[in-house]
């Protein structure tokens, strides 16, 4: 049996407010991480952050992250050469904003 239009525009709407909290609650959380890390203290150009981050989230999903020299401590770098602040150790993925 088929939906009715109006029915299946109410289900997306809900599943839309669903995913928005989801983004905030995951949004607060690495935020918080980020603060406690010491991220925020950082002076750093948004698009590199992200790159950062991004390596992280490769990091943790099993992906291969471009790794330097042991004489600079082994820090993961990604493909730009962006340091990827991982120090706390914890999953930093998802595309949200902190």
Same mark, same amino acid.
């Given at each position: 049996?088929?939906? +009715? #239009?109006?029915?299946?525009? =109410?289900?997306?709407?809900?599943?839309? /407010?669903?995913? @928005? $909290?989801? &983004?905030? @609650? &995951?949004? *607060? @959380?690495?935020?918080?991480?980020?603060?406690?890390? %010491?991220? %925020?203290?950082? *002076?750093?150009?948004?698009?590199?952050?992200?790159?950062?981050? =991004?390596?992280?989230?490769?990091?943790?999903? !099993? %992906?291969? $992250?471009? #790794?330097? /020299?042991?004489?600079? %401590? !082994?820090?993961? @770098?990604?493909?730009? !050469?962006? +340091?990827?602040? /991982?120090? #706390?150790?914890? /999953?930093? !993925?998802? #595309?949200?904003?902190?």
């Amino acid at each position: 049996m088929k939906k +009715p #239009s109006s029915k299946i525009r =109410e289900e997306i709407a809900r599943l839309q /407010d669903q995913l @928005r $909290a989801a &983004e905030t @609650r &995951e949004a *607060e @959380r690495i935020g918080r991480i980020a603060l406690k890390a %010491g991220i %925020g203290e950082i *002076e750093i150009d948004e698009t590199e952050l992200q790159t950062a981050f =991004e390596g992280i989230a490769r990091r943790f999903r !099993g %992906g291969k $992250a471009v #790794s330097t /020299d042991k004489k600079n %401590g !082994g820090d993961v @770098r990604t493909g730009s !050469g962006t +340091p990827a602040s /991982d120090a #706390s150790g914890t /999953d930093a !993925g998802g #595309s949200s904003e902190a």
